[in-house]
T-cell receptor
Framework: QKEVEQDPGPLSVPEGAIVSLNCTYS??????FMWYRQYSRKGPELLMY????GNKEDGRFTAQVDKSSKYISLFIRDSQPSDSATYLC?????????????FGKGTKLSVIP | DAGVTQSPTHLIKTRGQQVTLRCSPK?????VSWYQQALGQGPQFIFQ???????QRGNFPDRFSGHQFPNYSSELNVNALLLGDSALYLC????????????FGSGTQLSVL
């Protein structure tokens, strides 16, 4: 079993839809959870960063972490064509193990005008 | 303010050759991490450099080596290239030893023929 599982999609939604992206993980030591957006031929861009369980909102984006279920989500409200990209979840431990991020495979999202 | 810059953007090599990739971190950052991203996969951690020393290493063979210079820039060297080394190589910078908030460059696309 991989440490981080993410459905690669592709996921296609109409403009204005609410998008839900998810990852599950197996390592209970993970404490920091991130979502990155990666456009084609570009490096990943940090979208959301959360510590431990709970919700975090930033504009149209909401990140949720449920450590008891080892499940994290990213919601995108009022999706736009410019949101079309690959979304990567990533996570790491605290302390000495926090030097490296473990990524999911990424979910490719297309928002259709 | 320049972000993370990587060079070259594209590179074609043949099996058995050696390659050097370069990275300049974001202004104010002192830590550089290297990741390998195969097609359709999430980035995988290679190693991290802090204070000119390798702090942690992922599951990569000794053919992969690196260096960090006093100005915080970094090089990734790969010897005895294999076809399977073909990937996007991403450099990420951060401040301090924690790996949570990484800023990525656009990467170097390496093709091994």
């Amino acid at each position: 079993q991989k440490e981080v599982e993410q459905d690669p999609g592709p996921l296609s939604v109409p403009e204005g839809a609410i998008v839900s992206l998810n990852c599950t993980y197996s390592n209970s030591a993970f404490q920091y959870f991130m979502w990155y957006r990666q456009y084609s031929r570009k490096g990943p861009e940090l979208l959301m960063y959360t510590y431990s369980s709970g919700n975090k909102e930033d504009g149209r984006f909401t990140a949720q972490v449920d450590k008891s279920s080892k499940y994290i989500s990213l919601f995108i409200r009022d999706s736009q064509p410019s949101d079309s990209a690959t979304y990567l979840c990533a996570m790491t431990r605290s302390g000495a193990g926090s030097y490296q991020l473990t990524f999911g495979k990424g979910t490719k999202l297309s928002v259709i005008p | 303010d320049a972000g993370v810059t990587q060079s070259p953007t594209h590179l074609i090599k043949t099996r058995g050759q050696q390659v050097t990739l370069r990275c300049s971190p974001k202004s104010g950052h002192d830590t550089v991490s290297w990741y390998q991203q195969a097609l359709g996969q999430g980035p995988q951690f290679i190693f991290q450099y802090y204070e000119e020393e390798e702090r942690q290493r992922g599951n990569f063979p000794d053919r992969f080596s690196g260096h960090q210079f006093p100005n915080y820039s970094s090089e990734l060297n790969v010897n005895a290239l294999l076809l399977g080394d073909s990937a996007l190589y991403l450099c990420a910078s951060s401040y301090g030893q924690g790996g949570e908030k990484l800023f990525f460059g656009s990467g170097t696309q390496l093709s091994v023929l």
